[in-house]
């Protein structure tokens, strides 16, 4: 009777762990972010609204950012991934400098590994500028939930 009862714990154990191994590997749960400013993906400058941020297949790197209302106003961008703590909400993370906003990472709660993307090159030149202007060259981050 105790081999029996082992087996089938070990059976659940393997069950277990292949389906948590099929759902990471889903594409995933779209996130949605009201975002009440004009900003910048990878020098395309997005108008403000509600938006969709969505994986394009099982590589989690590329995300597609689509306006809910315009579905023409969208973005295919590739990220890094970014270790943190366990975000216990979703949220969209901006770099502004002055009255330029520039999309920085997405975080969905739950999970510890968020989504980075690199400065681009109009970031990295007002970034430049601010710093000649005598001003402090960190940016001011501003971060949205996700909805």
């Not at 999309?103 to 430049?128: F, M, Y």
Request: charged share 20%; with cysteine; proline share 5%.
């Amino acid at each position: 009777m105790n081999s029996r009862a082992f087996s089938l714990a070990v059976c659940i154990c393997v069950l277990g762990l292949m389906a948590a191994t099929a759902f990471a590997q889903l594409p995933g749960i779209p996130v949605r972010v009201n975002i009440p400013f004009d900003f910048q993906v990878r020098g395309k400058t997005l108008p403000a609204g509600e938006y969709e941020i969505s994986r394009l297949s099982d590589e989690s790197q590329v995300l597609e950012v689509s306006n809910i209302h315009n579905r023409h106003e969208n973005i295919a961008i590739e990220t890094d991934p970014v270790q943190g703590a366990i975000a216990n909400h979703g949220k969209v993370v901006f770099h502004r400098y002055g009255d330029s906003y520039f999309l920085h990472e997405i975080w969905t709660a739950g999970l510890e590994t968020g989504r980075e993307l690199p400065a681009t090159h109009q970031e990295k030149v007002l970034r430049r500028e601010t710093l000649a202007k005598g001003e402090s060259a960190e940016p001011q981050t501003v971060a949205l939930a996700i909805y």
